[in-house]
């Protein structure tokens, strides 16, 4: 991979990519279980399980590379805590499709992003890459179900998954550097 002026060292966008996973991995159980805390008696709440139980694994995996490479987490961590609770939680008291539709935008970029971050890596963390991918392949089936769950169904779909998905991104950067 080629390397142009400012971007950070090999080791540094490691400790980068390790940093903003376990965040977002942190913020994915939060929003699911906020989700749970609405939904969790209806039928749709053992799909929020699973989903939830594979984020927990996802969160685990990175909390030991954390700890195994000596690695800080994100200082945002409480706000992680409040706002994916928060977002997970007010579109499921939105119904059933809007907490899908949380669940497809913000899994959209997420896909994206371990993507590139197993394009970008590939070469010096073939570990850390399969982990990824692995990881990828449940958010995107997280993703299907969710639109298979009626997320497209939600009223005002395009505007509710495009302000998710920029909060998204916007999160992934403060994370990767804070």
């Known amino acids: 991979m080629r390397?142009?002026?400012?971007?950070?060292?090999?080791?540094?966008?490691?400790?980068?990519?390790?940093?903003?996973?376990?965040?977002?991995?942190?913020?994915?159980?939060?929003?699911?279980?906020?989700?749970?805390?609405?939904?969790?008696?209806?039928?749709?709440?053992?799909?929020?399980?699973?989903?939830?139980?594979?984020?927990?694994?996802?969160?685990?995996?990175?909390?030991?590379?954390?700890?195994?490479?000596?690695?800080?987490?994100?200082?945002?961590?409480?706000?992680?805590?409040?706002?994916g609770y928060a977002l997970g939680a007010a579109t499921a008291l939105m119904g059933e499709d809007a907490a899908m539709a949380c669940t497809a935008a913000v899994e959209s970029v997420i896909d994206q992003h371990y993507a590139d971050q197993v394009t970008a890596l590939s070469s010096s963390e073939p570990e850390l890459c399969t982990a990824i991918e692995q990881f990828r392949a449940e958010e995107a089936e997280h993703?299907?179900?969710?639109?298979?769950?009626?997320?497209?169904?939600?009223?005002?779909?395009?505007v509710l998954s495009a302000a998710i998905k920029l909060g998204c991104r916007i999160a992934i950067k403060a994370a990767e550097r804070v």
Not at 143 to 158: I, M, N, Q, R, V
């Open 3 to 83: 390397y142009l002026p400012g971007d950070p060292s090999p080791d540094k966008r490691v400790e980068r990519t390790i940093r903003v996973d376990h965040a977002g991995e942190y913020g994915a159980k939060r929003i699911y279980a906020g989700q749970l805390a609405v939904l969790g008696s209806r039928a749709i709440g053992s799909t929020i399980q699973h989903m939830a139980d594979q984020e927990e694994a996802h969160l685990a995996w990175f909390s030991d590379e954390i700890v195994r490479r000596r690695m800080r987490p994100t200082l945002l961590h409480p706000v992680w805590h409040a706002a």
């Open 143 to 158: 993703h299907d179900t969710a639109l298979e769950s009626g997320a497209e169904d939600t009223f005002g779909y395009p």
